[in-house]
């Protein structure tokens, strides 16, 4: 008897890790799977313009404005190519900024100072610094490939009365500013809805909100709008995107440094 | 030439009325701090500056055609007052081929303070001793984008001299560089048809560059002599070299590694020059979201005390600071000292934005411990502070 008890006591001590194992290991499956449906969801669209403004608000509620043009190509087996050229502020005007990222391993990345018409190499290890003095990291602009991250299901949940996913990934990338991110991600069509930003000592660092969603080629959704909130600094950037435009026809010939100095 | 480009900024302008424009006005003020070596020279220097963009494409983007004048109004340095035409350029790019045509800027490098490959466009030497402002340089120039690179061809058909300050200007060399009496190897002079060739790649985080220059060398030696009035004048001898060059730039990690090399013939004996360092970042320092970087110069030149660059055997250190807030601030801080004959230049250049369409500069320059053997001893009183308003349209 007391044999048997200890037999047991011994195999619920063995299985109890096993199970804990186990549940991570689905839980991670879990994850990585809706994050797989959703890179899948949006895989395709081949190359795409658009343009973006940026309104940043500091905590006293003083406004400042950047506006943007940017174009992407999607790349087969790796990170898509982007270049963003920047119209406003003034000083900055024609300043374009060319990013090759990869799936695994750091981005490449050249800036092209129109005044001095030089190209320059950048170091992409920068991922958490702000981008344009905004509250977007780079890092949070950058396209967000499946490998950057490791998942974990965390729960179903709702919000605002929609179905959502809400799962936890972890940077990959030493050099994130990031400990872990929480992404609600709709059930119905597989799109970010919200992200929770933790920074490195795992404090609540900054709230992105997509909405105003809209689908272009009958298959692609694109928000109109991220609102990122700084909870640590008050400070908040609204990106508003328009006239996105897909499939017009760029190719890797639009993405080089030569081509940066073409961009005005 | 002068001419030329105010018939065709005259004839151009009313068809460019509908194509994008852009300019920008800057009010610069100098003070500098030490009576001057010659009396005509001034503590105190204001300047006006002015630059418009016209910009127009068609053809489903191209076709594109880029007008761009320039012009300096200064209070005492009359060879500073001055216009130039900055781009005239058509430029036509399909699917690799890239052709532009027209007076333009290219620039080659990667180095931060010496700027030594680069030799296509002349150095507008009055604008800041820096070298970094160029003259428009008229060219044929030919691209081609390929798997193995980037192989850029040039025709240069006329040289741009170097503009160098009057007698009232400063900072300025001592004795004054006499332009108008500059001299030629070649018999046609300004008309010697110049060619270069350049080749480069992206290798991973390393980007590449290997070039040749034949033509009329940017860069002129310079003599002792007299000029028309009897005055000591150092004047301008323009040689036609042959330059092969080297520039690597890559990003590893935080660090930034850059080289420039060239070998240069045809102005006295053969000889090598290189300089080259790195650039390590500190990302977001103290918490914030600033960045501090470190950087780091060497420069060697192959002749020694005969160089006609002061930057013959010297070292840069330097800090830059990033802050990354909204109104851009940057500072960028440094010293440069030749470690044969101790001169020192001390650098600093800092920015900030003010609202969407104003930009306040500053820049101060101090020579210190100048030897009379350094190219740079013409200047060693000539410290001074610069403040800068620019208002972009």
Redesign the interface.
Known sequence: MRATSLLIALSLLGAMPAAAVDGAGEAAARGLEIATEADRRDTGFHDFRAELTML?R?RHGEE??RQMRTQALEVDGDGDKTMIIFD???????TALLTFSHKTG?D??WLYLPA???V???????K???F??SEFAYEDLASQEIEKYTYRYVQDDTLDGQAMFLIERDPVDENS?YRRQLVWIDQAEYRPIKIEFYDRKDSLLKTLTFTGYQRYLERFWRAREMFMQNHQTGKSTLLTWQNYAFRVGL?D?DF???SLK?A? | MRGLSAVLCAALLPGLAGADWRGEIALEGRGFTQAPVDPAQHDANLSLSGEIEFHTRWDEGRQSFTLKPFARLDQHDEERTHADLREAVWLYHDDGLEIRLGVTKVFWGVTEVYHLVDIINQTDVVENPDGEQKLGQPMLKLSLERDWGTLDMFYLPWFRERRYPSLEGRPRTQPRIAAELADYENHRRQYHPDFALRWSRSLGDWDLGVAHFYGTGREPSLTFDLDRDGQPVLIPHYEIIHQTSLDVQGAVGDWLWKLEALYRQGQGPSFFVATGGFEYTFYGILEGSGDLGVLTELMWDERGTESTSPFNRDLFLGLRWAANDVAGTEILAGVIQDWDNGSRLFNLEASRRMGNAWKLGLQARLWNDVVDSDPLFGLRSDDYIELKVTRFF
């Open positions: 940043l500091n400042s404005q406003s502020p003034l000083d900055v005007q024609g750091s490449d990345q001095v018409k030089r320059k190499r950048i170091s992409s290890s920068n958490s610094g702000p344009m003095g500013g190719e010939s080089t440094t030569n073409r005005k």
